[in-house]
């Protein structure tokens, strides 16, 4: 990611937190409403929405955009939440019936189809810390919800994953038809929030309070503290066994005991039960006491054990067997381990005993260990199997995406009750997603045993930091290759995507390369300017005379061709000539393809000349020389710097102030090709352009300071080692989609063939004068039928007719004057005038003539066919 990327304080900067500044929500959190939205779709049918905890009105935004216009949408918080259109907002505590009140108030009877509640207690920054009032919020709400929701309503909670989470999820399964715990891609990985989606609520009768309340619901706390505590110990002792192992507190944190960092007196340890608990479960052992200071004295308190006693963390086993070695000698010294051995030799034995002891020991411990990592590993494998089957069925059947593999690992995870954010456990599902191509081997039933020994031989190195790096490179490259894979079959699938795709390798291939000096491998760039030009001029000469017309050397006839002229031009010598050159894209011929303008400006640009006027305003080009480059150099006036290992050239960004900026252009090329289009259409357009190109001509800037000065907040967004996916994913949701309908296109579809359908002006002319004069004959037929009408010297009968006749006249339309075709054959061959037998308007023709047109039309027709298949 760019520099920008802030690192610390949960990478605040991140994609979602830029996504939500730009689209104007006032939390990055409202992501996570848009794509729990998308994956059960409960706003958009919801007409009406209370959100429980809604500051600073992040999700308030997302239901006020999703739900229909006229719903009603509620949302409290214990501070007040700045006004939002169409949303009723007050500030108060929900575990208070004043808050209740509130919202029945502003609800009467209504009924909410939707209660969302993304609370968490205010305890400072380390919201983390206190899970238990985190479950007892989640309750609380959970309570308002019961109340307040439709029957078939949902409620959507956010949780944590701690001790509680399990009576969480099963209250909620009393209430609720559909339970489901789901991680949306915007929340963080590092943050142990999980949101739980109840659908389907069942709106019983009676609900027996105990549901809410928390004493009762987390009853069971003190039997699963206990069990949590056994489990614990084990982790400690773990920790002592396994010291280079790095294990994370998946059962959430102890009550009581939310600090990471644990300090206890060396006394403690030594008056212990359980040394190796003890040992697993501190991070330092301090002499702080009088009688702890004079242990120091002693002459077992060796340097090394009080180093050791500093950071327990990063001891390896031998320093801990060290360690337990200096307690048992100072318990002895102390009477607290009663002496068995009468004599210094019979100690010396019995110590050795104890010593061997103590191995058997640890070594029973660390078999227990090993046999449970196997069982467990057995346990994951085989559940990864099965989703790894349930997958490539989706993928066979076009259902999966492989952006929304994420996801349903998460999903399958929570079911099982697994650690979501273990890596480990990601990349083992997703390499059981490896997809059809791995089928093969991942079939063979008898090659898992030999499987499972390499997991567990690769899990004991895994927690390497450098082991850890090659894992997430591997699934990068995994997602990568199903990406891949993904757009294959939608290029097999799709044939809109096909040629949309085409059209951007054509693209692609049009791309200007910019200006820049030569790559140092490039064989013919590294000659540029006008010694490349003289090659390919060459080149055209030898080529002329060759007849192969493969693509490539066509191109290359091509641009040579226009260095050829362009250095024509420039050897006239004269003055306003050489003015011009720097434009002479606009000149060429309009019959010349695109592609090929694209590659003569390549050709053009790539002209050392150029590179010394962007590299360094210093050397010894006359002014002159300058103003002929400055024209194409004047964009910069929109350049923004180039990242640092860019340094040899400006990379030219050009900038419409109208135009929509390309934060997430995935070719990533095109800015050249819109600049280049610029050029020719416009040259400089800009006052900034012209005033960089003068300052550029007179030395009065620097590249330096010009990359200085285009620096924006633009400037940083590089895309350079972000994987395709992402890129692809960015640019289709870097702005909001809003949906649209299928009446909304019939409408503009419509209002598009209305105006095709539009006659062009000239028959529209001609169609309103035929009008006009049909209207002028009917007016005059009617003036004529009034005189025969007024006549007195006609019978009644004669007047109807002689108006009949008239009127017929003037209604009928004009017929047009028939033009006889003569051919100037046999008798009418040579004849000058009038053929004979032939009345009124006619015109000779040649049968040649005839005879050609005819060809001419067949021909036409013949093409068209062949154009269409
Ligand atoms: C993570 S923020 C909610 C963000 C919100 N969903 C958004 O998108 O803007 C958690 C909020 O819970 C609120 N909160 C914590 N305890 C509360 C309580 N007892 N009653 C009401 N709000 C509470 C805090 O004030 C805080 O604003």
Known sequence: MGKAQKKTGKGRLDKYYKLAKEQGYRARSAFKLIQLNKKYSFLESARCCIDLCAAPGGWLQVASKYMPLNSVIVGVDLVPIKPIPRVVTFASDITTTQCRNLIRNELKDWKADVVLHDGAPNVGTAWVQDAYSQSELVLMSMKLAAEFLIKGGTFVTKVFRSVDYNNLIWVFNQLFGKVEATKPPS?????????????????????????????????????????????????????VFQPEKKRRNRHGYDDGDYTLFKKAGAADFIRCQDAIAFLGSVNKIAFDTEEEKEWLQLDITTPDVTSNCDDLKVLGKGDFKALIKWRTALREELGLEVKTKPTDELTETVEITQLVDEEAEIQNELERLNAEAAARAKRERRRANEVKTRTIQRMQLQ??????????????ALGHGEDVFDLDNAAKALRGKGGKARLGEDEDDDSDEEEAVDEEEEEDVLDSEEEQERKVAGLEAELDGLY??????????????????ARKNNKERETWGGIRKADSDEDSDEEGGWDKMEQAKDRTGEDSSSDDSSDEEEEDDHDSAIAGKKRRRTDSGDSAQKSKKARPLAKLDESQAAQKLSRAAQVWFNQDCFAGADLDMGDSESAGEHTEDIDEMSVLSDAEPRSSDDEDGFEVVPQDPDDDIEMWDVDGENEDEIKQAKIRKHGLTTAEAVTIAQQLVNREKTRTQLIDDGFNRYSLNAKDGLPSWFLDDEEKHYKPNLPVTKEAIAALRAKMRALDARPIKKIAEAKARKKFKAAQRLEKAMKKAEGVNATSDMTEREKAKQI??????????????????????????????????????YVMVDSRMKKEVRAQKRKEKANKKRKRT
Do not use: W
């Open 187 to 239: 929340s963080r990985n590092v943050s142990a929030e999980i949101f739980v989606v109840c659908r389907d609520f069942l709106a019983p009768k009676h609900i027996d309070p105990k549901f809410f309340d928390p004493k009762h619901v987390f009853k069971d706390l003190t039997a699963s503290a206990s069990a949590v505590g056994e489990k614990a110990t084990t982790n400690f002792q773990v920790n």
């Open 399 to 412: 259902m999966t995406a492989p952006l929304d593999i994420g996801m349903e690992q998460n999903d399958a």
């Open 484 to 501: 891949d894979a993904y757009q294959e079959h939608l290029k097999e699938r799709d044939a809109k995507y096909k040629v949309k795709e």
């Open 804 to 841: 009949e006749k008239v009127m017929q006249k003037g209604m009928a339309t004009k017929k047009k004057k028939e033009i006889k075709v003569v051919v100037a054959k046999g008798a009418h061959k040579g004849l000058k005038g009038r053929p004979k037998g032939v009345k009124g308007r």
